[in-house]
């Protein structure tokens, strides 16, 4: 599944899931250069790291699940989060996918779960499982994000394209070339559509796109709420 090594951080309190997981992991092309116990050994570690990837917990000594990503997201920008818990609560992963990462999996879900959302986040993709499809959907039930007065919105019919291409994981590489268009031009597009909905993430313009119907949900997921 990847071809390539994948050089990940797994920052978890529990030492017998971590190493398991390490363990798991390093038969899989994914290379965990870095274990920690908490958000704090986490930062010292990752000081010159080349870490791409960081598995974590959201129940751990020290900061919160959220004040956690936060930092990480200043602190070290280019690093992708996925997040694995025991936590379904659709209140908490609406607000991770807020804050910016690229997987949320229970720890229930199956182990290969966790490599396609490794592969997804080495991709810059969001790994689009059922629970973000339904915290999606739970932000558009309960409301939780407003957009742009929908008056002043227009979206042409190549940007409506980008949005059901990004629903269906392509990388913007595949959505050039579906659109005979150069991926710098699709990346300007995605920003034009943030700018135009009035949303930050590639979450937050899937959000705008379900609430609006502009994309096709695909059978996967057809038992959700519409």
């Known amino acids: 599944m990847l071809i390539r090594p994948v050089p990940v951080a797994i920052v978890e309190d529990h030492a017998l899931f971590r ?11 994914v290379d965990v250069i ?14 010159g790291s080349t870490v791409e990837i960081v598995l974590m917990d959201l129940f751990m000594p020290g900061l919160n699940g959220i004040d956690a990503i936060r ?6 920008p280019h690093i992708k989060i996925v997040v694995v818990s025991m936590s379904t609560d659709m209140d908490l992963i609406s607000e991770l996918l807020e804050e910016g990462i690229h ?17 997804a986040a080495s991709e810059g ?12 959907y739970w932000n558009k039930q309960n409301h939780i994000t407003t957009f742009t007065d929908p008056q002043n919105i227009t979206l042409n019919d190549r940007e409506k394209k980008i949005l059901q291409l990004i629903w269906e994981e392509k990388s913007n590489k595949e959505i050039a ?18 700018e135009k909905v009035g949303v930050k993430s590639t979450v937050g313009m899937l959000k705008y796109a379900i ?16």
Not at 211 to 216: A, D, E, P
């Open 19 to 29: 190493k398991t997981l390490q363990n798991y992991l390093s038969v899989h092309n």
């Open 34 to 47: 870095i274990q920690a116990s908490d958000i704090a050994e986490l930062f010292q570690k990752l000081q």
């Open 71 to 76: 930092s990480l997201r200043a602190e070290f």
């Open 103 to 119: 997987g949320y999996l229970s720890k229930a879900d199956e182990p290969d779960n966790l490599l396609q959302a490794i592969s």
């Open 125 to 136: 993709r969001i790994f689009r499982n059922r629970l973000l499809t339904e915290a999606l």
């Open 177 to 194: 070339d579906e659109l005979f268009l150069g991926v710098r031009s699709v990346e300007k597009i995605r920003q034009d559509i943030k």
């Open 211 to 226: 609430s609006k119907r502009i994309i096709s949900i695909d059978a996967r997921f057809s038992g959700l709420p519409s």
